[in-house]
Every structure is written in structure tokens, then in C-alpha cells.
């Protein structure tokens, strides 16, 4: 099918900064999709008119049900830098749609600040928790953020400050590109005073560290007290091991089987960009504590379900590497973790149990593998000297999956 479905990037100059090209598939449209704003920016052209609806899906739907019109969608900027086009992707074949952006809210933003676009941490608030600031926050960091509205940069600016970052300087740009454009400015995050500013803004961010912030690198690794426990968690140096093992990358997808504090699952989306989990707890109270860790620990879309495996894994979506971090013994649940498991994926399972290492050893006869021993000792108090104390030794089993 020829493409029916375009969507051109406005900006806040309107139809008089954008393309001839974009402005004949305006012109030529039998159909407008966009919001109040840029729908009155077309005048009285005749088209029939579509507005945003809530759920969104709603309005992709009403889309998909005008396939063969030309459809004409207009959005704000790039719509390929966290917006529409983005959404539409999911939806529909790239052969169906034209795609014209306009300068992005990041673009402009780094021309006016005289920023490297490429040395700077894009990333959006819109539609999204604030929480998520908390993995990209660190020490002479540049942040350029999309806002949900008005009230998002003093959020910002208290989240900074509480993390330890109030000395931060914090500069407000809003209608970017347009005759209502406004710069606002404060040296520090903890001087924001709450300044008018428009819906329509960006957050840019020059992190500067307090000497009460506290650094905590997205390598693998955290220490244990930045984990809410019972106890029941996969310590800082076996952690660290095990996701050396697992191996995460871009966009990848984790299962957490027996999640505990969830710590391996943040750990993994911390590490790579865009990288996913689920962690897969019985207990309400574990699953209380994992999403508070992911939202302090900067990964508030850890996906969090109830039960235990091997039922509560029916239905979740293939994952690329597994974690079985607790309930190994119960029957099927290695079967079925490696049954789901993508090819060319990886599964990694610790046990603590002699009953543990009886079950992987089965599995590591039948499937190969890769079995290490784990002992960490650290240095305590022994009066008035100190001592090794050993922690409880663990065995990992390694297993990649074939691609073919």
C-alpha cells in the first residue's frame, strides 16, 4: 500500500516554518489528526478533523479506520523524538506513512545553551514519573528534559535537591522558536523559585554535585543499603557477578524469577540503555519494597507481577536473558524459564541451598552449562580488631541458548 498516513512536525513559528512538501500533504489532506493548537493553525482548511482522545489508543484506532484517506496528523516538533511518530510506528508499516519533522525541543534547546547535543542526556517527563530523572542525575551531568507542564521544573528542582544536587544550575526555555519565547534561569536548583512559565517547556540541567550527593554509577554494583530488604537480596559482589553474567544490553528484556528486593532487575535496566525487567515475586511486601527500590534507583517502569513461577510466567513476553534468583526447586521452573528464553539468550541461576545446587546439577547434566562458586568475605569488627566474616557461599549456573 502507497503511504496514506503523513505527519509533519509544527513548530512554534506554525505552517510558516514549515516545508513546501509538508505544507501540500497539509493542503492535500482529507483527514487532520493533531490537538486544539495545531488543528486551529490549519484554519478553515476542509478537512475532516480528528483530536486527540484518552486512552490514545482510541485515536490510533480512529486512524487505522481512515486507512486509504490521506490522513495528515500534525505534531509538535519531532515527532520522532518521544512523540506521535513514535506511537503510530507500533501501528503502522513504515510504507503507510510520511514522516517530516521540525527541529526538536532538544535541537533548539542545545543551540540556544550552546550545548553538544550529542554529549547531553535527552530524555522526557511527559507522560512519565519524575523518578526516572534519578538514573541520569550525576556529577557534571547535562540534562535536557521535556516537561509534562508549568509545574515540572520546580519538581525537578526539588528532586535535585534532595538528591543532593540543589547546587545544580537550572535553566527553563519555553514556546521555543516562536515570538513567546522565554528563557528562564537559576544558578542553583534550590534557589528555584518557581517562576511562570508555560506548559509547553524544557528542563536543561548542569548537574553539579553537593558534597552530601551521593554517587551512584549505573555499573553494576550498588551497595546493599541503597536496597530496601528483608534481607533475602543478592549481595553487592555477587551482584555484581551475576550481571556481568547475564550481560545486558540495549533494549534487552530480563526476568527476575523470585525478584526478592528486585535488585538484579534494577540493576539490569540501570545498566544498559532502554533495557526492561520483570520481576516475578509471590510475596505483597517484597513487591512493595522492588517498586520502591525502582523508583528511588531511577527505574519506576520495572514491571512488578504477583505469583510464582512457573504459573505466573504464562503470558509474559519472551525474554532475552532470565535471573532465578529464588524458587529453583519448585517443578518446572527451569524447564519452563528455558522454554521462553529467546535463542541466543542467557539464563543465570544462584543458589545458596545444597537442595539449590542438587536441581542445577541435574539441569547442568542434561542442558551444559557453565557452574562457578561464589565466596565473599568481608572485614568486621572483632572487638577492638577486625576479621573476616564470611557471607553465605554461592553457586551460579551459566547458560547460553543456541540461535539456532
Known amino acids: 500500500m502507497s503511504a496514506w498516513l503523513s505527519i509533519i512536525g509544527i513548530g512554534e513559528d506554525g505552517l510558516a516554518g514549515i516545508t513546501p512538501a509538508a505544507r501540500r500533504l497539509i ?30 489508543t482510541d485515536t490510533v484506532a480512529d486512524i487505522a479506520a481512515q486507512r486509504g484517506r490521506r490522513v495528515c496528523v500534525l505534531a509538535t516538533g519531532d515527532p520522532q523524538s518521544y512523540g506521535i511518530g513514535v506511537t503510530l510506528g507500533r ?7 510520511t514522516i517530516i519533522p521540525h527541529l526538536s525541543a532538544f535541537s533548539l534547546a542545545s543551540a540556544r545553551l550552546g550545548w ?14 519524575l523518578d526516572l530523572i ?49 528563557l528562564v534561569q537559576a544558578e542553583t536548583a534550590a534557589d528555584w ?27 553494576p554494583g550498588l551497595p546493599d543499603e541503597l536496597f530496601i530488604s528483608d534481607g533475602q537480596m543478592t549481595k553487592r559482589e555477587v551482584r555484581a557477578m551475576t550481571l556481568a553474567a547475564l550481560s545486558p544490553t540495549p533494549g534487552a528484556l530480563l526476568w527476575d524469577v523470585g525478584a526478592g ?73 527451569i524447564s519452563a524459564c528455558w522454554e521462553a528464553l529467546k535463542p541466543g ?12 545446587e542438587q536441581t542445577i546439577g541435574r539441569y547442568h547434566g542434561t542442558l551444559g552449562g557453565e557452574l562457578v562458586r561464589m565466596n565473599v568475605a568481608r572485614a568486621e569488627p572483632v572487638g577492638p580488631y577486625q576479621g573476616w566474616r564470611p557471607l553465605m557461599g554461592v ?8 540461535r539456532r
Open 27 to 56: 493542503d492535500d489532506a482529507e483527514v487532520l489528526v493533531g490537538g486544539e493548537r495545531h488543528l486551529a493553525m490549519a484554519g478553515d482548511h476542509p478537512a475532516e478533523r480528528l483530536t486527540w482522545r484518552v486512552p490514545l
Open 91 to 97: 501501528s503502522f508499516d513504515r510504507s503507510e506513512m
Open 116 to 129: 553538544a547535543l550529542q554529549d547531553v542526556q535527552c530524555l522526557t517527563l511527559h507522560g512519565r514519573p
Open 134 to 182: 534519578n538514573l541520569y542525575v550525576a556529577p557534571e551531568q547535562r540534562l535536557l528534559i521535556l516537561s509534562e507542564n508549568a509545574t515540572t521544573p520546580g519538581q525537578v528542582a526539588e528532586r535535585l535537591t534532595e538528591l543532593g544536587y540543589g547546587s545544580s544550575q537550572m535553566t527553563v526555555l519555553s514556546n521555543m522558536g516562536g515570538d513567546r519565547e522565554q
Open 193 to 219: 523559585a518557581d517562576p511562570a512559565v508555560s506548559d509547553l517547556n524544557t528542563i536543561a540541567v548542569e548537574c553539579r554535585a553537593g558534597p552530601d550527593a551521593r554517587l551512584m554509577s549505573r555499573v
Open 261 to 333: 528486593s528486585g535488585s538484579v532487575g534494577i540493576e539490569w535496566m540501570r545498566a544498559a540503555d532502554r533495557a526492561r525487567a520483570i520481576a516475578i515475586e509471590p510475596k505483597p511486601e517484597r513487591r512493595a519494597r522492588i517498586a520502591g527500590n525502582a523508583a528511588a534507583l531511577g527505574v519506576p517502569l520495572l514491571r512488578i507481577v504477583e505469583g510464582t513461577a512457573p504459573a505466573a510466567l504464562d503470558g509474559l513476553p519472551a525474554p532475552d536473558a532470565v535471573f532465578i534468583g529464588g524458587g529453583i526447586t519448585s517443578t518446572g521452573v
Open 345 to 356: 539468550g542467557r539464563l543465570v541461576a544462584n543458589v545458596v541451598t545444597l537442595e539449590g
Open 395 to 402: 553457586t551460579q549456573w551459566r547458560l547460553d541458548k543456541s
